[in-house]
């Protein structure tokens, strides 16, 4: 049978209480003579410690909760939250903090969202790239429970990990302005997200601010799938004037959307240039390699955890943080036909 603190105490003729404090660093002090004793005999016992007890003790669970982007299947298959996911599990493991994923959140009701939040199984949340219409931030701010965003829609009293997400779409699109493309379309992803809204607008200012044309039937909605890529491109290639380059607001979309233009016999980038957002892993393991922007996700997400972790230990946290993209360009992009 396995050792109680029970029996630490017995051993050492003290309370169960002070052996509990001694082993948990409080709620209240122990001498360093009495806390040496305690862990040697602890050691000599094999005593493991019970987390839920403990948990009671310290009111902590040391379990950081996870709420992903609510989609309504193949949540797993994306390479953002992959890589989303494993900044956060790296840098919960550092922390010596574990990870509960809530994949109902979406769906329940506030009374029950709220018994999620509070009913001590985890510290605090992260909430990845939550849609406008999910009140669970707002539910989670307002009951003053920790909680982050990781791309997440701005929200007054909860810090966020984002991207710059302007300056990343204008990246992408200079490379195709200077490479000589003027008939850029765009694939867009779902507008109840806030970085496919960004991505959008920033696609359109740089139009404005280029003096190129900005036409409805160039902007696609890919809705950040590449099946929903795949879609958009086939309608971009199927009008009476197609554009020569197409930026897309995830690699997803833009693998789709080389799917679709090798499936027509149209080679990219000789006939048509694709470039990407994320950086995936998937993106440098297509025909041709994808030109992209890369945005730092699992340093977002890590720093994620640090922040949450910070305010459930009740030390000051860090600010709103934006992070910086790079263009990383690979073969899906050259020169249009017509300036060769």
């Known amino acids: 049978m396995a050792a109680t603190i029970k029996d630490i ?17 409080g709620p209240r002090t122990v001498p360093e003579e009495i806390r040496d004793r305690v862990l040697a005999v602890a050691k000599e016992l094999n005593y493991r410690p019970n987390r839920v007890a403990r948990s009671m003790v310290t009111g902590r669970s040391d379990t950081i909760g996870i709420v992903p982007p609510e989609v309504s299947e193949n949540l797993f298959l994306s390479p953002y939250l992959h890589l989303a996911l494993n900044g956060i599990i790296n840098e919960a493991g550092r922390l010596h903090q574990d990870v509960l994923l809530f994949t109902r959140c979406g769906e329940t ?20 790239a939550p849609h406008f219409s999910e009140k669970s931030v707002e539910l989670a701010s307002s009951m003053h429970s920790p909680c982050v965003t990781v791309a997440g829609v701005p929200l007054e009293g909860v810090l966020s990990f984002s991207v710059d997400n302007e300056a990343g779409v204008a990246q992408a699109m ?27 607008q920033a696609y359109q200012s740089f139009l404005r601010s280029h003096h190129l044309p900005y036409r409805e039937e160039w902007v696609g909605m890919g809705q950040f799938t590449i099946e929903g890529g795949r879609k958009a491109m086939a309608n971009l290639l199927s009008l009476p004037e197609p554009p020569t380059a197409v ?10 959307a080389l799917f679709e233009a090798h499936s027509r016999n149209i080679k990219v980038p000789l006939e048509i240039s694709i470039a990407g957002f994320d950086m995936t892993p998937e993106s440098a393991n297509v025909f041709p390699g994808l030109t992209t922007v890369r945005q730092p996700i699992g340093e977002m997400s890590a720093a994620a955890v640090r922040a949450l972790r910070d305010i459930i230990e009740c030390r000051e946290p860090s600010e709103n943080t934006v992070f910086q993209t790079d263009l990383i360009v690979r073969e899906s992009t050259s020169r249009p036909m017509e300036n060769r």
Do not use: P
Not at 9 to 25: D, E, F, P
Not at 249 to 255: R, V
């Open 174 to 200: 200079q490379h195709f302005y200077d490479l000589g493309h003027r008939k850029i379309a765009h694939i867009a992803g779902r507008l109840d997200m806030q970085d496919a809204i960004l991505r959008l």
């Open 247 to 256: 930026f897309c607001a995830n690699d997803e979309m833009a693998i789709g």
């Open 109 to 128: 009701d506030r009374d029950e969202l709220a018994s999620l939040l509070v009913d001590g199984r985890v510290d605090g949340v992260i909430f990845i």
């Open 9 to 25: 105490a017995k051993r050492l003729n003290i309370s169960v209480s002070t052996v509990s404090y001694a082993l948990n660093g």
